[in-house]
């Protein structure tokens, strides 16, 4: 008997049809069949936040080809030859037999289906908080077409006025810009002390202050008691502090759980973080069983650790991996992640790649430097917008171990070329001179990347000796005040300024005036500017002249996300 | 006798007040001065063509610091201790006597000047064709900040009419826009067959391409004979092969000359490019002169052979090395450039990093590979833009050699990352799993950088055989035409279409309709759809029932830089 070589993917969202296509490109013998649970296939669900917010109206655009064409069971048969069967879940998988049994939600009717391989994409579910009232109506998620239509419905009706969302990640701020700009009250509730964990607190901070400035309302440190309702109609949400909140409707986007249950139950083994364990060929413990996707743990390129990395690329990428080793020999290999994300909100971007200080510090990098810039992306004349970065380094070898960016210029750009930088292992002394694309409608002569590194080389030479805005800030409640210089000009200084009793002198004024610097030489002197590049120059000047415990606050009032006196 | 260390810099534009900067910032005590010839200091002068053509009015933008602070000799003196003087021209260097001479170009004063160490920074001089007329009024550079104001003027004026522009390179296309804006009727005039030489020929065409869509005029392979005039005014340009056309004006824009009069003189080496001979110190065959920027000739970073790139950010990078090596010993390096350039042209970016095929080739590689990718920057819901790359590797090693980038999509992202990974020594399959920052507002779920690797690495493997648009135009009008498929749905067809003698089957119906295909199974076959995805599928399909010669046009018909039937 001849046999066809099967290759079934349970799961068609992301990763489970580019596995499929993968293989079907590879092996056009093989059958090549998905089995999907939802009615949908292939919907690009990063994209329902921006449909919910109503950056494009046809939902359509989420399901279809760019040219149009709904990817279907017709079109993935006609246009790839893979068989996709929606509205089938997969019941349980049995190894011996090579099996899957499957279960048709809307017909009932069950079956059974023998592979050769199988692709595993059984993706991710939100979590939901364990307390009272998660049943009422208006609480949602937003990860399905179904919550994406039920969001914009709530957008096109307009007649919810108040909703919180439960969780500031990246879900979380991409959902509360999107309802924001449907008009609606935004509080955003967060347990941790900051929203997006990915940053650190302090850029994590300037984030907030511009969600509080667009109107949306930010609670952080105070997780969700209860669910209130009438009704059985969301009514309100209670705080663990006691605080109640009235609101009409409740996203809850508190991260995601991996869909394991089937390759558990099949024995297949879950790893330490609760995804299914792969090797780099996306292979199970199950030679015969790959799994890709929101589902599965990957390892981090930095760390080695295995992590969870729900992020649409890499869905794709290890599908592609999947689907090639599945249709032939295990002849690709995927390298993990550095957990690049970037995420827009409002006018701003926030994005992060490799480690930040805080998940270094846990991760036990024990000897880090950090430093913190702040400049445009472009020139003034250009109309440059304001980058803040802070790069993380591993302080003995000065390699790159992670850079993190927000701010209203092309943040993209930035984290993508700290990506390389990083996957290449790059360290500090490599990216000093990088040669990059330089025009000013595209970047500053010196872009914001190589500054970046300059700073944290000057720093690491001893020649910058920076201060935080966290330290600088606990400093100003202390009893032993530093002597704080503000280095900007007088119009500056009347436009915007921190009140922390800093004395104002122009870096232009300073080598006349330094009379009236502190007497005491080894007085600690703080300096700053808008961005601490005058403030770096006015620190070498007090130095050669004596003061011997000059600091830059890193990032200048740029980087300062407490409140200012003006 | 003490003796303070004197860092003299020549010329004050990009490389020479970096140099000094950094050579303050290191040495507090050290005399640091700056002369320059020009009245001017410190000139955002990549900013011109955007003040040319009124991207912004304020001309201080170009000489004032972010805060609108002029860098004068005062701001100079102030802020950085540094003594500027303008209107300085040096005439000679005397290594001997470690002298410079001066002239002062306002008061007619000369002067000498001793140095410990020097740092040369003269730039370089818009290169002027040889030919007759060339002193007529209505000729102009635009290198200078008289020449912007001149252009600024004609601008601002409205008098002139029609305008030619005498080169394709960067600044040539940035003039040709600046003054197309500013409403006069251009006409571009390069010797050479193409635009843009830093690109490739297709990808040059295809900027020609929308240059002519904005209604500039574009004339390739034809130099300028004469420039003709009346009563000592431009009234037209004739061209080698006799054609006159009126203008009232023409920008030269064929390039520059380093300015290596004084250090040639001086007996200071002098390379085969004709720019300053300086190592990876940045220093001159004296080792107490240093040299920097425009004026100087720099290693490429992958051919390993001088090569002179005037580029405004490497000239500040220079300059900082340079500075640090002044003031202290020879502590640090410049490592070279691979050449990265962009430009802004209309609603298109171009870009390139590394070499080109053609440089390659120029540069005895012998097996190159190359991939033409095109695909939007980001999702269709998100208003994607087209890119289309162009990626050179080495076939035997993998190693990627450049990259080109041009389109209305974020090219100097794609540029950038390039650049990250050339300078990383990636090769392609270092590319195909790259974790970057992926959301739908900043690119797609596999950017494109990602995907022009992934059809590298098919190509290399064997499984994707691309024919570049210039083979397929070959052939078309040879007597052996190929059997051509064009596999898009019948609407895109009925909109757009080359009209080469393609056959319309879409990708869905191929596995249908393939009795319409060639009998003979050895007859070449050509598929493309718009980008070439689908066309890539269409040829495996073809594969896969027994077709034997089936090839790919490389980025289908968004690449296509002929005239199309529709």
């Excluded at 109309?383 to 210029?409: F, H, N, S, W």
């Excluded at 750009?413 to 001179?433: C, L, P, R, S, T």
């Excluded at 300024?497 to 007085?523: H, Q, V, W």
Aim: overall charge neutral; aromatic content about 6%.
């Amino acid at each position: 008997m001849t046999h066809k070589k099967r290759i079934v993917v349970i799961g068609g969202s992301a990763a489970g049809p580019k596995a499929a296509a993968k293989a079907r490109r590879l092996d056009n013998d093989a059958e090549v069949i998905i089995l999907q649970k939802d009615s949908d296939l292939s919907m690009a669900s990063c994209g329902y936040p921006y449909y919910v917010g109503g950056y494009f109206d046809d939902r359509n655009m989420l399901l279809c080809t760019p040219t149009g064409v709904t990817r279907d069971p017709q079109f993935y048969l006609n246009a790839k030859a893979i068989e996709a069967r929606t509205n089938t879940e997969v019941t349980s998988i049995d190894r011996k037999s090579h099996t899957v049994s499957y279960n048709n939600l809307l017909t009932g009717e069950t079956g059974t289906m023998e592979y050769d391989k199988l692709v595993i994409a059984t993706g991710a579910t939100p979590r939901m908080p364990p307390i009272p009232g998660t049943g009422l109506k208006g609480i949602t998620t937003l990860q399905s077409m179904k919550d994406a239509d039920f969001l914009r419905r709530v957008r096109d009706e307009k007649i919810i006025k108040k909703a919180a969302v439960i969780g500031g990640g990246l879900i979380g701020i991409e959902t509360c810009e999107a309802l924001q700009l449907a008009g609606i009250e935004i509080t955003v509730i967060e347990l941790l002390p900051q929203l997006l964990t990915f940053l650190d607190w302090e850029l994590a901070k300037l984030v907030e202050n511009h969600v509080r400035a667009k109107s949306a309302n930010v609670i952080t440190g105070n997780g969700i008691a209860e669910f209130l309702g009438e009704d059985g109609h969301l009514t309100g949400v209670k705080l663990a502090n006691g605080t109640e909140l009235p609101c009409e409707l409740a996203v809850v986007a508190i991260g995601v759980i991996p869909n394991v249950r089937l390759a558990k139950d099949a024995g297949i083994a879950i790893g330490a973080t609760g995804g299914i364990e792969v090797n780099e060929y996306m292979q199970t413990s199950d030679p015969d069983v790959y799994a890709v996707g929101d589902c599965v743990e990957t390892t981090h390129r930095i760390t080695g650790k295995k992590v969870l990395a729900p992020y649409g690329d890499l869905a794709n990428l290890q599908g592609r991996v999947a689907g090639e080793n599945a249709a032939s020999k295990n002849n690709v290999t995927f390298p993990g992640t550095i957990q690049t994300g970037i995420c827009k909100v409002f006018d701003f971007s926030a994005g992060s790649t490799g480690l930040s200080a805080s998940s270094a510090q846990k991760n036990g990098y024990e000897d880090i430097i950090t430093v913190i810039n702040a400049s445009p992306d472009k020139p003034g004349f250009m109309e440059g917008l304001l980058l803040v970065t802070k790069m993380v380094a591993d302080r003995r070898t000065g390699k790159i171990l992670g850079a993190q960016c927000v701010g209203p210029g092309n943040v993209s750009k930035q984290i993508a070329q700290w990506a390389m930088a990083i996957q290449g292992g790059f360290i500090v002394e490599d990216i000093v001179n990088s040669d990059l694309p330089y025009a000013p409608p595209f970047s500053l002569a010196i872009d914001h990347f190589i500054a970046t590194a300059h700073i944290m080389q000057n720093k690491i030479k001893g020649r910058f000796k920076g201060i935080s805005v966290m330290e600088v800030h606990e400093k100003v409640k202390s009893n032993d005040k530093p002597f704080i210089l503000d280095v900007r000009g007088p119009d500056e200084f009347e436009e915007m300024r921190l009140g922390i009793g800093e004395t104002l002198i122009p870096l232009g004024a300073l080598r006349k005036r330094l009379n009236e610097m502190p007497e005491d030489k080894n007085r600690e002197i703080i300096c700053y500017c808008k961005i601490s590049l005058r403030g770096y120059e006015a620190a070498l000047v007090l130095e050669a002249n004596g003061w011997k415990n000059v600091k830059v606050m890193e990032g200048g009032i740029m980087a300062w996300p407490y409140t200012r006196e003006k």
